[in-house]
């Protein structure tokens, strides 16, 4: 009799226990992409059919792999097909807006312009950052661009003044010190020679970007900064690997060999950053100077709750910024790069342009900069076609009225910017076509709708480091159309790659010719 109860317990228990689970998974798995799917359909929107636990990650990869074989033409600038094979034929055959499946997570991939302004210039958070795997976060830090909410609004406050127009004007000079290491690399590797030399100009641009914001924001330098942006290098090759990965929670914690490698190369990063830190802290000097790096230990001293920063989070603003802070300006000046040399009268009007601002042999100041009107058209229209951020993501934190649009809870929100940068409709029918002019009254004058241009995004959410790339990338051109004239190298193979950002697969050989040569 005991015994029957006992096992009547134990059997009540277990019901207890496992139905529910049985039924959430039964929920993930099944019914919610099934509800999910039919209230998306009666509002008229599609796509591809959910596989279970998979969603359409399979198609997904199986597109990417594929996309990445394939070697385009150098004037064309039709790189959708390749970068986001996915989006580009599911919009083609569902329409405007695709809903499709990272897993079993839906996502909702929209292209229309004002809808994308509605949702990243909601002020109320309701569009929040989107849920990111823990091996991105080891990478770019649970930093500025993924906090939410009033973590977001204390970091953001106490960051702003470190990218202030004065701070960047002031950084102006360090930028120009790490090209004129850069030429002086350049000129060693020619044997003092003025001839022609072949250089991996994304190669060279990551290394100069990363010696720059390791100066200007951290008051290091290349060499202190490598082993951050090395072990950065090799945990983002982790990342782009397992992108269209199922991600299954707490798979992070496995010791598969993937995650050992990650946890080895997250510890690194994090000792870097600790002592660079552990320097700063150490030096002779009343304050801690007011880089980046200076503000945030001056916060972490802070009485204010709503003004402090804590240590830990300082490890982890410095990935960000170490990440988030050099790769992107190195892609703007690589595609700029390459469509310079592709596009020989506009190299020679910025030229022009610089030498009539700057002279032949000046460094250009921060106000020289700002006088290159030219110059700034094309990273405009640079960043149209090959903006480094191919996508932004953004979470319903709440049920959504977007539009006409219904959106419900824990809906990612896809915004395929490098598709919409191509949308005729908005940019014209030259949308394809390299074409600075179109930027000549401004960027919210270059498109039917004056928040086309998306590459540092809009809202409050926008990059808070534009000004400072703008600067850098205008510093270093500037400095390298005084030295020399560019040209592709024949080697280059036009291959556009989704690298977490927009990188050309095989890098970019450029001949570099001497002016005075
Ligand atoms: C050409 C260069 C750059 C481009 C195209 C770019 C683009 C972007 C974009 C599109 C976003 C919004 C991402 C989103 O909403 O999901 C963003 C955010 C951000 N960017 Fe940049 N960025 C560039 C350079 C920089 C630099 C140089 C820094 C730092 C020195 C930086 C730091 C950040 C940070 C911290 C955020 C998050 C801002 C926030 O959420 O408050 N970026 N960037």
């Not at 990417?64 to 033409?73: Q, Y």
Request: net charge positive.
């Amino acid at each position: 009799m005991e015994l029957l109860s006992t096992i009547n317990l134990l059997a009540l228990a277990l019901v207890v226990l496992v139905v529910p689970k049985i039924y959430g998974v039964c929920w993930i798995l099944f019914w919610r992409p099934l509800m999910l799917s039919r209230r998306f359909k009666k509002q008229g929107i599609s796509g591809p059919k959910y596989r279970i636990l998979h969603g359409n990650l399979r198609e997904v990869r199986k597109m990417k792999k594929e996309a990445k074989l394939s070697v385009l033409d150098p004037n064309s600038n039709d790189i959708v097909p390749r970068v986001l094979p996915h989006l580009d034929q599911w919009i083609s055959q569902y329409g405007e807006t695709v809903l499709y499946w990272q897993g079993t997570a839906p996502r909702l991939c929209i292209s229309d312009h004002e809808l994308a302004k509605q949702i990243l210039s909601n002020k109320f958070g309701f569009f929040a950052k989107s849920k990111t795997k823990p091996e991105i976060l080891k990478l770019a830090g649970n930093g500025l661009i993924f906090v939410n909410d009033l973590v977001w609004v204390r970091h953001r406050r106490i960051l702003n003044p470190a990218f202030s127009m004065e701070k960047i004007k002031i950084m102006n000079q360090l930028m120009v010190d790490c090209t004129l290491r850069m030429f002086e690399e350049w000129k060693k590797q020619r044997n003092g020679g003025e001839s022609e030399q072949v250089m991996m100009m994304n190669r060279e641009y990551k290394r100069l970007t990363a010696d720059i914001i390791a100066t200007a924001a951290f008051g290091s330098s290349y060499a202190e900064g490598i082993e951050v942006f090395r072990s950065q290098k090799k945990l983002q090759k982790c990342c782009a690997a397992s992108l269209t990965d199922v991600y299954i929670p707490g798979v992070q914690y496995f010791p598969t060999p993937l995650n050992l490698r990650i946890w080895k190369l997250g510890r690194k990063v994090n000792n870097s950053i600790k002592r660079i830190i552990d320097s700063r802290l150490k030096s002779e000097s009343k304050n801690y100077g007011n880089d980046l790096l200076g503000i945030m230990l001056t916060a972490a001293r802070s009485n204010e709750s709503e003004k402090k920063i804590s240590i830990d989070e300082i490890i982890e603003e410095c990935k960000t910024f170490f990440f988030a802070g050099h790769e992107t300006t190195a892609n703007l000046l690589t595609w700029s790069t390459m469509l310079l040399s592709l596009n020989q009268d506009w190299q020679e009007k910025i030229r022009e342009e610089v030498i009539n601002e700057c002279g032949k042999d000046k460094i250009p100041d921060a106000e020289n900069c700002s006088k290159l009107k030219l110059m700034n058209m094309v990273f405009m229209e640079s960043l149209r076609l090959y903006g480094p951020v191919i996508n932004v993501l953004r979470l319903a934190s709440e049920d959504m009225k977007l539009g006409n649009l219904e959106i419900p809870k824990d809906t990612t929100i896809v915004l395929p910017i490098v598709k919409m940068h191509r949308d005729k409709a908005v940019w014209g029918s030259d949308a394809d076509q390299f074409n600075p002019m179109r930027f000549e009254n401004g960027a919210s004058r270059a498109a039917t709708h004056p928040n086309a241009l998306l590459a540092f995004s809009i809202g409050p959410r926008a990059c808070i480091g534009q000004n400072f790339a703008m600067m850098e990338a205008k510093t270093v051109l500037a400095m390298i159309l005084q030295r020399f004239r560019l040209n592709l190298s024949g080697e280059y193979k036009h291959a556009p790659a989704d690298h977490l950002t927009l990188q050309p697969q095989y890098d970019l050989p450029v001949m570099l010719k001497p002016i005075n040569g």
